[in-house]
Structures are given as C-alpha cells and as structure tokens.
C-alpha cells in the first residue's frame, strides 16, 4: 500500500480594504472602527482565539468622566489627566500621544457603552493611579472589551473576515508603502492585500 500523499499546501490570497494584524483588543477596536468608516476588513491572528492580552487584563478604563465623577463629589479634568499621565510616566511619554489619549478616552468610552458594554457606575483609583478615574467593566478582566467587539464583528460577518492561527510573517511593500501582508495559516501561505491601509 502505498502512503498518503501530503495535503498540497496551497496560497490563499484575500484582499480588504484594511488588513489588521492581531485580534487582541487594539486590534479589534482597529476593526471595528475601520468598519464603521466603511472599510472592509481583514484580521490576522497568530492564536487560535481572539482576545490578546486584553482578554486577561485587569480591564480599568481611564477617563475623565463627569457625569459618573460628579455623583461621587470628584473634581477632575482632561488637564489633571495628561499633568497626572505625564508625571506617572516619569516625564517620558511623548506628550502629544498624551493628550491625544486623554482628550479621547471619553468618547471612547461612551462608543464602548453604545455598542453595549457595561461599566460599573462608580469610578475608582486603579494600582498605581493617582485619581479616581478608572472604570470597571461589569464582566470579568478583559472579557467585555473583546465580547463588545465580536458581538459587533459577528453581525457585520459579510464585511469582516478573521483568520485564525495565522500568523505574520512579513509585510508587504510596494514603492517604499505598505499593501499587504504575507501569512502563514494551517492552510497554506496567506498574502493578503489591503486597498486602504495595514494596522
């Protein structure tokens, strides 16, 4: 009898608009926006789960908040944010990438809360914080970072394709840009295009 012959490992080749590299929750909260502003797109993931590191994370949610702060006599400002952030970080961040966090960690929130994530309604201070400004997902860790986004991703399935187990390898460039990004999958060897941009 004669042995098996080996699966032919073949090349797949996908395109989207966007093309995501990783489907912690940077990378999903990548997805999701991008789709929202219209794009088609592409997750690469090297794990065979979604969920990154931010799965396990202890989930705090830093924002100026105050509606929340108020009710519980809290004072605060995007001002005492970035001053609190900056000095926290020894004076190393890079202070425009600051402000940019704090003058959007409110809307960011408020765009988790209307996709359906649940925050508890006291805000407290996270170790190592210097005010009560974190926010406390209901669910457990991570999980209600990455379950808001795939609730979201799973209905708009058409637009948003993750593959799993598959894992980076090289990106793909073209006139000192960007297109694409080569991949390995159980399947075979994956080159995925992106029209608009690889996150």
């Known amino acids: 009898k004669k042995p098996d012959r080996p699966m032919q490992r073949g090349t797949i080749e996908k395109r989207a608009d966007v093309v995501v590299i990783g489907a912690g929750g940077a990378g999903l909260a990548a997805t999701v926006s991008a789709h929202q502003n219209g794009a088609s797109v592409l997750v690469l993931e090297k794990m065979p789960m979604v969920g990154g590191n931010t799965i396990i994370s202890g989930a705090a949610f830093n924002a100026v908040?105050?509606?929340?702060?108020?009710?519980?006599?809290?004072?605060?400002?995007?001002?005492?944010?970035?001053?609190?952030?900056?000095?926290?970080?020894?004076?190393?961040?890079?202070?425009e990438l600051i402000r940019t966090l704090v003058e959007n960690a409110y809307s960011a929130l408020k765009w988790l809360e209307n996709m359906g994530m649940k925050f508890k309604d006291e805000v407290f201070t996270v170790l190592g914080g210097l005010w009560p400004r974190a926010h406390q997902p209901v669910e457990p860790l991570g999980t209600g970072y990455i379950n808001t986004y795939m609730n979201y991703i799973n209905q708009h399935s058409d637009d948003i394709e993750i593959m799993l187990n598959t894992r980076a390898t090289e990106l793909i460039v073209e006139n000192g840009r960007v297109i694409g990004v080569e991949a390995e999958s159980p399947e075979g060897k994956v080159i995925a295009k992106a029209n608009n941009g690889v996150i």
């Open 65 to 95: 908040d105050p509606e929340r702060q108020s009710k519980q006599g809290i004072e605060d400002s995007v001002e005492k944010h970035f001053t609190q952030t900056y000095e926290g970080g020894d004076k190393v961040g890079k202070p």
